[in-house]
């Protein structure tokens, strides 16, 4: 049981120890200075650092991660590493997609960055559309003073700013209070479609994995083709997981049985590879789907069981199994499969398609991100 007592928590420099004994004062953890050399204190070698013994859990958090929970690690940038990219909007979604976020950078070893957009209101009324807060587009009429647009724009730029600030400390006080995994993390505001502005970040940064929240089963029809995600999921060369509202991100445990929709190609052992690498030490339960021969006539009658057998070889750590679907009634079957096999999560290689393609015949990746409520994985390959 922890007391009252005082206990040593670090020794520094006179000035290091005073630094610290701020920070650890600035978030209401009592601290007191004791010089090492108490038998000639004019001598200094060194300043003990005391806090009672029940404040150390958060002690220990705050020493161990300074450069995370500092005011200033917000702004700073994390330098050449590989992130996990998270576009915000503020909605439950979003939010679950930023704990996610969090606790596969911790896995990988990298940070995250946060991202959310605005659009010019000038731009807006000239589209006649406008960026609502769940990242779709409805049409407005707006006013043409370039006055009235300006003051709008710029409330607009201060509103967003002001709410990337609160998440961002909202996120240390989680990280402190032991909620979050402590991970450098950028937060930044940029204008433009959010679309295109995900796509470019990734294509200028290093993003391991693009994070972002998804409606699920309950979005209208009419917001499937105006939805960001699938913009980003038709555009964007990075692996895309989408976190619905009814995931549990206490741990990366709900993202453990994965259906993966596969074909015995080089592109989709890539696509595995991927996968297996993004959840790396995770123990995966995958269920390899086999879609129907008449859909892809190159196919082998035993390629998946070669396929099966190379995944158990190649990733011992992981368990692999076949399943198959018949094409006949997608969503039907889709519940189905998740059922069976308590799946958390989907995943699939995708190939880039282009717009009229996806308006006439919408992909499998489209399908499963706007008809099942579970986590998608998407991984671009080259077809």
């Keep these: 049981m922890l007391t009252d007592r005082l206990i040593t928590v670090a020794i520094h420099t006179y000035d290091r120890a005073h630094k610290l004994k701020s920070i650890l004062e600035q978030e209401g953890i009592a601290v007191a200075l004791q010089n090492v050399n108490l038998t000639n204190p004019s001598i200094s070698a060194g300043v003990r650092v005391r806090i009672r013994e029940c404040d150390l859990p958060m002690a220990l958090r705050l020493i161990e991660n300074i450069e995370i929970l500092s005011p200033k ?3 700073e940038a994390e330098g050449e590493g590989s992130c996990v990219l998270v576009p915000v909007d503020f909605s439950e979604c979003s939010d679950r997609a930023v704990a996610i976020a969090f606790r596969l950078a911790a896995l990988q070893k990298c940070a995250v960055a946060i991202v959310h957009t605005f659009i010019d209101p000038a731009f807006a009324s000239r589209t006649a559309m406008q960026l609502t807060d769940t990242l ?18 710029k409330s607009i730029e201060r509103m967003a700013r002001s709410r990337v600030r609160k998440l961002a400390d909202d996120i240390r006080e989680h990280i402190k209070a032991g909620a979050l995994p402590p991970v450098k993390f950028t937060a930044e505001v940029l204008e433009g479609l959010p679309e295109e502005v995900v796509d470019e970040y990734a294509e200028t940064h290093k993003v391991s994995l693009i994070v972002m929240g998804s409606r ?13 995600t699938a913009e980003v999921l038709d555009a964007c060369k990075a692996p895309l997981l989408t976190v619905t509202s009814s995931l549990d991100t206490s741990s990366l445990d709900s993202l453990s049985r994965v259906a993966f929709f596969a074909q015995p190609a080089q592109s989709d052992l890539l696509a595995l590879d991927a996968m297996v690498r993004i959840f790396e030490d995770r123990h995966l339960d995958v269920t390899l789907i086999r879609l129907p021969r008449g859909r892809f006539a190159s196919q082998a009658p035993d390629a998946m069981e070669k396929l099966l057998n190379y995944c158990r070889e190649n990733y011992p750590g992981c368990r692999f199994r076949l399943s198959d679907i018949s094409l006949q009634d997608p969503v039907e079957e889709l519940g189905q ?18 717009v009229f393609s996806r308006l006439f015949n919408p992909s499998w990746a489209h399908k499963m991100l706007f008809r099942a409520d579970i986590p998608l994985l998407s991984i671009p390959v080259h077809s």
């Design 337 to 354: 499969l998740t059922d069976a096999h308590s799946i958390d999560m989907m995943a699939l290689a995708t190939r880039r398609k282009n």
């Design 216 to 228: 699920g089963s309950g979005s209208k029809e009419r917001e499937l083709l105006g939805s960001v």
């Design 73 to 75: 690690a917000v702004s």
């Design 136 to 153: 779709t587009f409805d049409g407005t009429l707006a006013g043409a003073d370039p006055m009235e647009e300006l003051e709008e724009e």
